[in-house]
């Protein structure tokens, strides 16, 4: 298997712009998650959805963030719009099972809002 | 929220040495993992270990969750194994520690 997929890689953007961040989960697998580390708060979980459906949103920031998963094998995260403070790395992950479960996690997408 | 705590935040080793990792949580668990995130910024998998011990090849792990802790050995420590070491453990949602940074020095 190609293991959880982000695109972009990295993303360069300016103050006020719409960014979405994509995902690919591993094939079978029913749980996707979204996490988002700075150096100021480390790791967080954003969102948790099973099944394609949110089952967590409790760690999403704000309004400004939205996130979707319209398929079993796809989901995006969207920031409309974007402040510097979004800047930071995002993670997808994925699991077989539930929140419970190993969860294997993709490569990052790096962020960076001037 | 549970509270985790990773020791010793920063650790630096010759190669060929050992270290143990330490990881604290406040509250009964689901799930506990261990991750090396390495220079690139991967997330690799190490283990999944809400119970018991685990090995592979030269790292080995051990949760005793009634004593709310996880320890991940490492042995004859590589160059390659620098990196940020992370525990994240599952209660109501998943939390990570603040990692400890590992160099190992040639």
């Known amino acids: 298997d190609a293991g959880v997929i982000q695109s972009p890689r990295h993303e360069v953007t300016e103050m006020g712009q719409e960014v979405t961040l994509r995902c690919k989960p591993i094939?079978?697998?029913?749980?996707l998650f979204w996490y988002r580390q700075t150096m100021m708060r480390g790791l967080e979980l954003l969102i948790y959805f099973n099944n394609n459906v949110p089952i967590d949103d409790s760690g999403m920031p704000e309004d400004r963030f939205s996130a979707k998963m319209p398929n079993a094998s796809f989901s995006t995260l969207k920031i409309q719009p974007s402040e510097p403070r979004d800047s930071a790395v995002y993670f997808c992950?994925?699991?077989?099972?539930?929140?419970?479960?190993?969860?294997?996690f993709g490569p990052g997408t790096r962020l960076t809002v001037l | 929220g549970i509270q985790v705590e990773q020791s010793p935040p920063d650790l630096i080793l010759q190669e060929g040495a050992n270290s143990t990792l330490r990881c604290n949580f406040s509250?009964?668990?689901?799930?506990l993992q261990w991750f090396h995130q390495n220079p690139w910024g991967q997330l690799i998998n190490l283990f999944y270990?809400?119970?018991g011990t685990k090995q592979n090849g030269r790292l080995s792990a051990t949760t005793v969750a009634t004593e709310r802790y996880s320890l991940l050995y490492i042995s004859s420590s590589q160059t390659t194994d620098s990196g940020v070491y992370f525990c994240a453990v599952v209660n109501n949602d998943m939390r990570f520690g603040a990692g400890t940074r590992l160099t190992v020095k040639p």
């Open positions: 270990i809400p119970s």
């Open positions: 992950a994925s699991s077989l099972g539930r929140l419970k479960d190993e969860q294997f």
């Open positions: 509250d009964s668990v689901n799930n």
């Open positions: 094939s079978g697998h029913n749980s």
